[in-house]
C-alpha cells in the first residue's frame, strides 16, 4: 500500500497488504502515514473498552492517531494485525497486541473504502485489558461496568452448570 493522495486499493487482493501497512504503521507510531490512506471526509469510530469517539475529516483523524499512537509508544504497545473477511469494498481486521512490561491488548476493524480507492469509514473496537472470563479480575471489572448484566451472565452461568448443560 502506498500512502500517496492516489492511493488505490484494489480488494481483495490488496487487502492483505493494506493491513500488513497498517500494522506496520501502527507499530511505528506514525499517525501521520496512518492518517494518509483515509479520504478527507473520512470518518473514524473508535471504540476503547466501551468509550466512544467519532472523528470526521483527515485532519481529525489523524489527530485521533497521534492521540491513540503517540499513548501506544508511551507504553511499549506491539500489534499483529490479520485479515478477517474482505468484501468489493470493506477489508476487517482483528488485532492482537502487548504492552511493554505485560498485558494483552486486542481490537477488530472494519475498513470501507471509496471509489477513489481511500477509507471513507474506519471502525476500530479495542479491548485494553484481555483476562479470561472466569478470572476474578474479569469478574469484577464487568460487575463495576455494568452490575445487572454481570450478575445476569452469573447466573445464568450457575443454572447451565447446574442442568449441566442440558436445555
Not at 65 to 93: C, E, F, H, M
Request: hydrophobic residues 45%; proline residues 2%; charged residues 25%.
Amino acid at each position: 500500500m502506498t500512502t500517496s493522495s492516489s492511493v488505490t486499493t484494489r480488494l481483495p487482493d490488496g487487502a492483505p497488504a493494506f493491513v500488513a501497512e497498517a500494522e506496520r504503521l501502527t507499530n511505528a507510531h506514525d499517525a501521520v502515514g496512518a492518517a494518509r490512506v483515509y479520504a478527507a471526509d473520512a470518518s473514524l469510530e473508535l471504540v476503547t473498552d466501551g468509550a466512544v469517539a467519532w472523528h470526521h475529516g483527515r485532519d481529525a483523524v489523524e489527530r485521533a492517531w497521534r492521540v491513540v499512537l503517540d499513548a501506544g509508544r508511551s507504553r511499549g504497545l506491539q500489534v499483529t494485525k490479520t485479515v478477517v473477511a474482505v468484501s468489493a469494498t470493506t477489508v476487517v481486521n482483528r488485532w492482537e497486541g502487548t504492552f511493554a512490561g505485560g498485558g494483552a491488548c486486542r481490537g477488530i476493524e472494519s475498513w470501507t473504502f471509496g471509489d477513489e480507492g481511500l477509507v471513507v469509514e474506519h471502525r476500530a473496537e479495542s479491548f485494553l485489558v484481555v483476562r479470561p472470563a472466569a478470572s476474578w479480575r474479569a469478574r469484577v471489572r464487568a460487575l463495576l461496568a455494568a452490575p445487572r448484566v454481570a450478575v445476569a451472565f452469573a447466573r445464568a452461568e450457575r443454572r447451565v452448570r447446574r442442568s449441566g448443560g442440558a436445555r
